[in-house]
């Protein structure tokens, strides 16, 4: 069966009918999640970003999202809002912006150091994110996802305790390196995560040219060689999207199971869906359903051996290792 004819069958089951998926995307500015689409129409988004100046596109898609719920405020913990207000820097690149100031003195040693550059610094209303929640109904969170800029940490640890422990997917991008001061950095996220029922499902390690702006600038002058030039040289480990899954090892019943299943499915993470679903029996007694997702993540997982694209990295690999051998 075709995953969107399951999809049809997960979300008539009561308990999700009545309680459809929240998907809350924190620094919304770049894009919302294009995986999310495929269950949008039947989910509640919700999209915050205090940084108007690209975020226009979301207005556009609002018929593939009717639940859209888009939110320009700032989303803060309460120790960093004063008279419902907080301070906002704006910098040269919208997706750089921050309630946290860029620590210039790091920056310095990187070749977009520029994008961090502060053009204005606004006082705008802000919120914390418990209250804002309220103030929409919402008491559950499914998938979290956050680029806040430096406060990811922060803004998770702000929600109840059952929040927390309730979502199926929480998703972080911190710096590895303090790019702001007083940011919230991975090894701070991972020593969170690290108590609660959640294991990482993701990461993927990006980062900056480590030389100066105004050196590479120099030795790059022209646009084709910058562009080149961003794509060949060695990268310094800066920041990282990491991606938490819930094992759901104190959880029961069938709304966290399907949404979970679901979810890695939609990752295309089909070794964890797999195992979920050999567990079907434990959380739900849809029996007819839960063949069909036991026999889709099968599929799934076999039909990989048959892609062409497979059998070239197979014979890359072998190949590889057959040029290395002794």
Same mark, same amino acid.
């Given at each position: 069966?075709?995953?969107?004819?399951?999809?049809? =069958?997960?979300?008539?089951?009561?308990?999700?009918?009545? &309680?459809? /998926?929240?998907?809350?995307? !924190?620094?919304?500015?770049?894009?919302?999640?294009?995986?999310? &689409?495929? =269950?949008?129409?039947?989910? %509640? =988004?919700?999209?915050?970003?205090?940084? &108007?100046?690209?975020?226009?596109?979301?207005?556009? !898609?609002?018929?593939?999202?009717?639940?859209? %719920?888009?939110?320009?405020?700032?989303?803060?913990?309460?120790?960093?809002? #004063?008279?419902?207000?907080?301070?906002?820097? $704006?910098?040269?690149?919208?997706?750089?912006?921050?309630?946290?100031?860029?620590?210039?003195?790091?920056?310095?040693?990187?070749?977009?150091?520029?994008?961090?550059? !502060?053009?204005?610094?606004?006082?705008?209303?802000?919120?914390?994110?418990?209250?804002?929640?309220?103030?929409? #109904? =919402?008491?559950?969170?499914?998938?979290?996802?956050?680029?806040?800029?430096?406060?990811?940490?922060?803004?998770?640890?702000?929600?109840?305790?059952?929040?927390?422990?309730?979502?199926?997917?929480?998703?972080?991008? /911190?710096?590895?390196?303090?790019?702001?001061?007083?940011?919230?950095?991975?090894?701070?996220?991972?020593? @969170?995560?690290?108590?609660?029922?959640?294991?990482?499902?993701? %990461?993927?390690?990006?980062?900056?040219?480590?030389?100066?702006?105004?050196? @590479? #600038?120099?030795?790059?002058?022209?646009?084709?060689?910058?562009?080149?030039?961003?794509?060949?040289?060695?990268?310094?480990?800066?920041?990282?999207?990491?991606?938490? @899954?819930?094992?759901?090892?104190?959880?029961?019943?069938?709304?966290?199971?399907?949404?979970?299943?679901?979810?890695?499915?939609?990752? &295309?993470?089909?070794?964890?869906?797999?195992?979920?679903?050999?567990?079907? +029996?434990?959380? +739900?007694?849809?029996?007819?359903?839960?063949?069909?997702?036991? #026999?889709?993540?099968?599929?799934?997982?076999?039909?990989?051996?048959?892609?062409?694209?497979?059998?070239?990295?197979?014979?890359?690999?072998?190949?590889?290792?057959? $040029?290395?051998?002794?």
């Amino acid at each position: 069966m075709r995953l969107a004819k399951i999809i049809d =069958i997960i979300f008539e089951i009561p308990e999700i009918k009545e &309680k459809p /998926p929240v998907l809350i995307d !924190i620094g919304a500015s770049k894009f919302i999640n294009p995986i999310w &689409k495929i =269950i949008g129409q039947k989910s %509640i =988004i919700v999209a915050l970003d205090a940084d &108007k100046r690209d975020i226009e596109y979301i207005e556009t !898609i609002r018929k593939d999202y009717p639940k859209l %719920i888009l939110v320009n405020k700032i989303i803060a913990p309460k120790s960093l809002i #004063n008279n419902a207000q907080c301070s906002l820097y $704006l910098t040269k690149s919208p997706y750089c912006s921050s309630i946290l100031k860029p620590n210039i003195e790091l920056l310095q040693n990187f070749h977009y150091s520029d994008y961090f550059e !502060i053009e204005e610094e606004q006082k705008l209303e802000a919120i914390d994110l418990p209250s804002l929640l309220n103030e929409f #109904n =919402i008491d559950y969170i499914d998938w979290f996802k956050t680029d806040a800029q430096g406060i990811d940490l922060r803004l998770f640890d702000s929600l109840d305790n059952k929040v927390q422990n309730e979502v199926i997917v929480a998703e972080f991008e /911190p710096g590895l390196l303090p790019f702001y001061i007083g940011e919230d950095v991975l090894l701070h996220i991972m020593n @969170y995560m690290s108590k609660l029922d959640f294991h990482i499902g993701d %990461i993927d390690v990006k980062g900056p040219i480590r030389i100066n702006k105004n050196d @590479y #600038n120099s030795l790059y002058s022209s646009k084709i060689g910058e562009k080149i030039a961003k794509h060949v040289l060695k990268k310094q480990p800066g920041w990282a999207t990491i991606q938490y @899954y819930n094992n759901l090892t104190n959880r029961s019943g069938a709304r966290a199971f399907y949404i979970s299943w679901l979810f890695q499915s939609l990752l &295309k993470n089909h070794p964890y869906a797999y195992s979920l679903a050999q567990q079907a +029996s434990r959380f +739900s007694d849809h029996g007819e359903l839960n063949r069909y997702i036991l #026999n889709y993540s099968k599929s799934q997982l076999t039909g990989l051996l048959f892609k062409k694209d497979t059998y070239l990295s197979a014979l890359a690999v072998l190949v590889d290792k057959l $040029l290395h051998k002794n």
